[in-house]
């Protein structure tokens, strides 16, 4: 079977191998389509933290089963199933505390394990999760979605409370469609008018702010001088992470989603003054999945757009530098296999 690998920063490879053989306890899976996101991008670009190489990426993935045995989700051959790419240990502190996204040991498939970038693959049943009413478009961004969702139910969002999203990429912008479901008032921020306009046409969101000088003032008039009571980071970029505090109301809460390599430097007297909750999240849960997959199921979430691009297995390797340009507007691509 064929699959391909990330040997080095900036160099894919299309191989073959033999197809996986079962062991207990795991699927056979037929990966039918991927999406790519930021990490495989970083990873690619020799970018991306806990990474190293070669490694095998993929870790939105939508499939089909092939083999399984008797099990409790009652998931059989010929089922689609959305692959929840987190390995945790199940004892560790973290597990035990139903925080499985971040066990002490997790191994994430595409990033600390060879992932789904595969035609086949042998996945641990209980990392499966049924999806025969959507489509394969729609498990394969159930994803980062599912991390999107995460962020919301760690940020308590309530009712009409302004909420401003830093990044309108993929993670950001299932943020804000999912905080816009919780009944906030979003507040998008980027440095691309397109990625602005898009947010504002196809999800909804009816405050977008340029990001740069003038975005803190731009903020305060929407927030009649009071700012936004949670702010998100979507963008994982050192010098988005460090001002997105100032955009935050007093009492307020900062949500980090997007991951940066180096160290952050913050105003102790500022943070303090605001008496500051800083909330990382990481992952998903099996209940981030659950909730996403309702909301696909209701189709309240606008795939087609979402989805800007589509590759052929074989073509990825050539396309996957346009990806890095923001100029070609892309914002979900997906690999079919």
């Known amino acids: 079977m064929k699959y391909i690998v990330c040997e080095k920063p900036g160099r894919f490879k299309l ?37 190293t190489y070669p490694r095998v990426l993929g870790h939105e993935l939508a499939a ?21 790419p987190y390995i945790s240990c199940g004892h560790c502190v973290a597990c035990r505390n139903g925080k499985t996204n971040c066990c002490n040991k997790i191994s994430v498939l595409g990033v600390h394990a060879d992932g789904g970038m595969q035609e086949q693959i042998s996945i641990p049943i209980n990392l499966l999760i ?34 401003a999203i830093i990044g309108c990429g993929p ?59 949670v702010v998100f980071d979507a963008t994982g970029n050192k010098e988005a992470l460090e001002k997105g505090i100032n955009y935050m109301a007093f009492g307020g809460r900062y949500i980090l989603v997007g991951l940066s390599k180096g160290k952050l430097e913050f105003d102790h007297p500022t943070i303090h003054a605001k008496e500051t909750a800083i909330i990382c999240s990481r992952n ?3 209940e981030d999945f659950k909730y996403v997959i309702a909301i ?26 346009s990806w890095l340009d923001p100029g070609n507007g892309v914002i979900k691509a997906i690999v079919n296999v």
Request: aromatic share 6%; net charge negative.
């Open 15 to 51: 191989k073959e191998k033999s197809n996986p053989l079962k062991v207990a306890g795991e699927a056979i899976v037929s990966i039918k389509k991927i999406g790519i996101c930021g990490t495989d991008l970083h990873a690619y670009t020799g970018n991306q933290a806990f990474f």
């Open 64 to 84: 089909e089963v092939l083999e399984i045995e008797e099990n409790n989700q009652n998931i059989q051959v010929g089922d689609k199933v959305i692959v929840m």
């Open 130 to 163: 049924p999806a025969n009413s959507l489509s394969y478009e729609e498990m394969a961004i159930a994803e980062p979605l599912a991390i999107g969702a995460h962020a919301v139910r760690r940020a308590q969002i309530q009712p009409n409370e302004f909420v």
């Open 171 to 229: 993670i950001g912008i299932g943020i804000m469609k999912l905080a816009q479901l919780a009944g906030a008032k979003v507040i998008a921020m980027d440095r691309d008018p397109g990625r602005l306009n898009y947010v504002k046409d196809k999800i909804g969101i009816d405050h977008t702010v340029l990001a740069g000088n003038t975005a803190l003032d731009v903020i305060m008039e929407i927030t009649d001088g009071e700012m936004a009571t």
């Open 284 to 286: 998903a849960t099996l």
């Open 296 to 321: 696909l199921e209701k189709g309240e979430f606008p795939v087609n757009s979402y989805i800007t691009h589509n590759v052929g297995f074989t073509e990825m390797i050539p396309q996957f530098d």
